[in-house]
């Protein structure tokens, strides 16, 4: 029998609850940004891009808790939920930051940026 004193503060169902109000909240800021953005005359172009930043979250909350239920073991007879060894470890840290780069290529996209750095360097004066 588990000690009291080492259970868990809030248990998966409640993490599920709340990574499902994270990406409710990001998809109605983004449709409400949408919406003003058609709405409003002046300086659309801004809202527009920030809403398409922030429709992916979203799914991307979802899929990545999805995935994290996937990849924890958990014993309904202890009560233990994690990660159960550490290349399951490495294997979150691969996919959060394939993730993050193809997140940040698409921002990148969104706003007109190069999608690969400038090669040459920026010639500065000497005084």
Known sequence: ?????????????????????AGAGAAVVAVVL?????LWAGGREPLMRVAAALAPWSVALDAGWRAYL??????????FC?????????GNVVF?????????????WLWGLPL????????????
């Open 1 to 21: 029998m588990p000690s009291p004193e080492l259970r868990e503060m809030i248990d998966l169902g409640q993490a599920g609850q709340l990574v499902a109000l």
């Open 82 to 90: 994690g990660l159960h060894s550490v290349r399951v470890l490495l």
């Open 34 to 38: 949408l919406g003003v953005g058609v």
């Open 116 to 127: 690969s750095a400038p090669s040459e360097q920026i010639a500065t004066r000497e005084d």
């Open 70 to 79: 996937w990849r924890v073991r958990f014993e309904p007879a202890s009560g």
């Open 96 to 108: 959060a930051v394939l993730a993050g780069l193809a997140y940040g290529l698409y921002l990148r």
